[in-house]
């Protein structure tokens, strides 16, 4: 039987994209590449929106997407997961939420429980560069200052700011290990799931059962 999709495709609005088309043609090749792999299958209907990936209060075109993907038992087909949205708890609602299947082509195998998982690396990656940007920027304007009270003080403070940060990552990865550990997944498994969409440790290591539950019993 042939697989049944709903295409969705996104561009953010008043950028460059609209004008020159290289967004959707960037996102129909790897739409296409992927449906070219299928041995059979038929494309119901066709969505595209112009919106910002941080806009996930008026998408009217996506939750037409949505829609028509029930009404058809169809699965909702987009390139990445940045096409459906840029905030982890509004892909994570939509993984929870609806009846939909979703798939994105760039990553085949991924099911909607592994999307939701991928969205919460995208995330933390994002905050992690912006944190390393701005650590940076703290650490030249820093450059040539007497160590003294001040230094100590800058220290002291560069010390709590890493705290923070630990803590941080730490409660992000309880958000995506409990729902697992809910459902009766071992330690094992969740590392596993983990390691297979490339969701590192602060430190870049893959994560081990051992690890993973670190996190999970971490206060």
Do not use: W
Not at 167 to 173: E, Y
């Amino acid at each position: 039987m042939a697989l049944k999709f709903v295409i969705y495709r996104r561009i953010s609005g008043g950028s460059n994209q609209i004008k020159s088309g290289l967004g959707l043609e960037a996102q129909t090749y790897e739409i296409n590449c992927y449906l070219q792999s299928l041995d059979d299958y038929v494309i119901v209907d066709e969505f595209t929106e112009i919106a910002s990936g941080k806009n996930h209060q008026n998408r009217p075109i996506l939750q037409s997407a949505i829609e028509k993907s029930i009404q058809t038992n169809s699965i909702l087909l987009t390139s990445r997961i940045c096409r459906l949205s840029r905030d982890l708890e509004f892909t994570a609602h939509l993984m929870k939420s609806t009846k939909v299947t979703f798939r994105i082509a760039t990553m085949p195998t991924a099911d909607n429980f592994i999307i939701a998982i991928y969205a919460a690396m995208v995330q933390k990656d994002r905050e992690m560069i912006s944190i390393r940007t701005k650590n940076a920027l703290r650490e030249c304007r820093k450059r040539g200052t007497k160590l003294g009270i001040k230094g100590k003080e800058n220290i002291k403070q560069a010390n709590l700011k890493k705290i923070q940060q630990a803590d941080a990552f730490a409660a992000k990865v309880k958000k995506v290990v409990l729902p697992m550990r809910e459902e009766g997944k071992t330690y094992l498994q969740i590392a596993k799931i983990l390691c297979d969409v490339n969701f590192l440790t602060p430190r870049g290591k893959q994560f081990t059962a051992s690890s993973v539950q670190r996190y999970c019993v971490r206060g």
